[in-house]
């Protein structure tokens, strides 16, 4: 059975880099076809995707983060890691990451997700 | 950027049918997947690619998409179906990709 969990601090300085990682079970990142993606929620509100990267480096991002955010696969680890520079407040959400679409496919859906970690941005 | 446009909340008795719209421009023309999420959990899929109910989820979820508006309905509503519910497209245009998340919309069974 898939499994994802995200990890990092759940506590991040303005202007400081908020580093994710999210572990993977029940697969082998090398042998999925699957895109695997960041979204996040701020608290009582909608959902906001970040990204998706598949393992042979294959990235899109989400224009509206300017360029701040970074995806990563760790093949060794059999994880993927998300990195956004320069965070304020306006970052502070329940990150999530997810299963996304087939790699021949990228109009699909993200069908497994991980519980989600809250990452506050706060002096 | 391509947007899509949910109303924040839709009201209606148990056992009644529960229509939730989606709008975007020619949104017809793309992919629309619905998630529902229950409070303090993670989103769950329950209508994707416009129509289809992936394995698990009851019947009484369907979905449509034709010209500028995604509806998903929710039938015979259950006190369970009580959750919060977004829209989703992957739009693609020349200059770049981004998947596109509806702003949600409440659910509340009366």
């Known amino acids: 059975q898939l499994q994802l969990q995200e990890s990092g601090p759940g506590l991040v300085k303005p202007s400081e880099t908020l580093s994710l990682t999210c572990s993977l079970s029940?697969?082998?990142?090398?042998?999925?076809?699957?895109?695997w993606g960041w979204i996040r929620q701020p608290p009582g509100k909608g959902l906001e995707w970040i990204g998706i990267?598949?393992?042979?480096?294959?990235?899109y991002y989400n224009p509206s983060l300017k360029s701040r955010g970074t995806l990563s696969v760790d093949t060794s680890k059999n994880r993927v890691s998300l990195k956004l520079n320069s965070v304020t407040a306006a970052d502070t959400a329940v990150y999530y990451c997810a299963r996304g679409p087939p790699n021949y496919d990228t109009y699909g859906y993200y069908d497994f997700w991980g519980q989600g970690t809250l990452v506050t941005v706060s002096s | 950027s391509y947007v899509l446009t949910q109303p924040p909340s839709v009201s209606v008795a148990p056992g009644e049918t529960a229509g939730i719209t989606c709008g975007g421009d020619?949104?017809?023309?793309?992919?629309v997947h619905w998630y529902q999420q229950k409070l303090g959990q993670a989103p769950v899929v329950v209508v994707s690619?416009?129509?289809d109910r992936p394995s698990g989820i009851p019947e009484r979820f369907s979905g449509s998409n034709s010209g500028n508006t995604a509806t998903l309905t929710i039938s015979r509503v259950e006190v369970e179906d009580e959750a919060d519910y977004y829209c989703q497209v992957w739009d693609s245009r020349s200059d770049h990709s981004e998947v596109v998340f509806g702003g949600g919309t409440k659910l509340t069974v009366l």
């Open positions: 990267i598949h393992h042979s480096g294959n990235t």
């Open positions: 029940g697969v082998s990142i090398t042998s999925s076809t699957y895109y």
């Open positions: 020619n949104i017809g023309s793309k992919s």
């Open positions: 690619y416009d129509s």
